[in-house]
């Protein structure tokens, strides 16, 4: 701006920073038109999303301290080299998040729920940080695999009118691929060792193959990604129709990454948001901030 202080500016989002700061008005100026969310739904542009909470035991009633929670977590983001920040600036809020039981219980319901959908679109898990992410990868694949060896074992006595549909049921979760997908950083490997977790064959697979074009084709058996920064904004896959959230977010990051799933694809009547962390009340104030941006 400096070489051009009289220029006027121009700027096109679909989520401007909001709420306390409200850099794009600061750098833009008031909007010249809009287009909200209900309206892009109402048209046909997105599908409309529904909300699902589930094993809500853990929830941030005090709001102050859930915001706090959502802005460290933000500020995290930016800098993956410093993941460690995180656990040390949360302290016991981030291991009531990360507890194995906890973390067990939410995989062995995400495969329930993954399974039994309508429309099995592609699906994001979306975990508070990198090693989460690589701890409910290999939770889920192990509830996944235990899951298909009761269905199978299960399948004798399943009535006959039903036996070919459960059949295609397990068909389809065998052939379901699942990754990670994290941002590389400098001492990866040394501070996932230090947790017990092994992140080298992740990682060789996020250099080798090509995992974004595989999960926005439709027909590829990549079907559940698991992430924590990487993928919840800019990134567009019509046929995901899922997003499990376990992280604490707010405002214009949180708008971003719901919006993953209303993208519109063949056969897709609507995205689903899964609430593991009690995110309602952010989610509800969000709504309401773009009601109060958006409005004529």
């Not at 065998?174 to 947790?195: G, Y």
Request: net charge negative; hydrophobic share 45%; charged share 30%.
């Amino acid at each position: 701006m400096d070489p051009l202080p009289n220029a006027a500016f121009i700027g096109f989002t679909g989520t401007p920073l909001m709420a306390g700061e409200e850099k794009t008005r600061d750098v833009f100026g008031d909007y010249v038109s809009t287009y909200t969310y209900q309206q892009s739904t109402e048209d046909g542009a997105t599908v409309p999303l529904f909300y699902e909470n589930r094993i809500p035991e853990l929830e941030f009633v005090n709001d102050a301290f859930a915001d706090d929670l959502a802005a460290v977590i933000e500020e995290a983001d930016l800098d993956e080299d410093q993941e460690h920040e995180l656990e040390r600036r949360l302290g016991r809020q981030y291991h009531l998040i990360t507890r194995d039981d906890r973390l067990d219980r939410i995989a062995e319901d995400l495969v329930r729920h993954f399974v039994g959908r309508g429309y099995r679109g592609k699906a994001m898990f979306v975990a508070i940080d990198k090693a989460t992410a690589l701890r409910m990868m290999t939770k889920v694949r192990a509830a996944w695999d235990a899951e298909i060896l009761r269905r199978e074992a299960a399948l004798p006595g399943v009535a006959e009118e039903l036996r070919e549909a459960e059949a295609a049921v397990i068909a389809f979760m065998r052939e379901t691929d699942m990754a990670l997908i994290v941002s590389q950083s400098q001492n990866e490997i040394a501070d996932m060792d230090a947790k017990g977790l092994d992140i080298r064959p992740h990682r060789r697979r996020m250099l080798d193959e090509k995992l974004d074009e595989r999960f926005k084709k439709a027909s590829d058996p990549l079907r559940l990604v698991f992430v924590c920064a990487m993928w919840i904004t800019g990134f567009d896959v019509p046929t995901c129709s899922t997003i499990y959230l376990d992280k604490p977010m707010k405002n214009h990051t949180l708008m971003q990454t719901i919006a993953r799933a209303n993208r519109n694809a063949p056969g897709k009547k609507a995205g689903l948001i899964v609430d593991y962390v009690g995110i309602f009340r952010n989610l509800q104030r969000a709504l309401a901030i773009y009601a109060v941006w958006s409005a004529p």
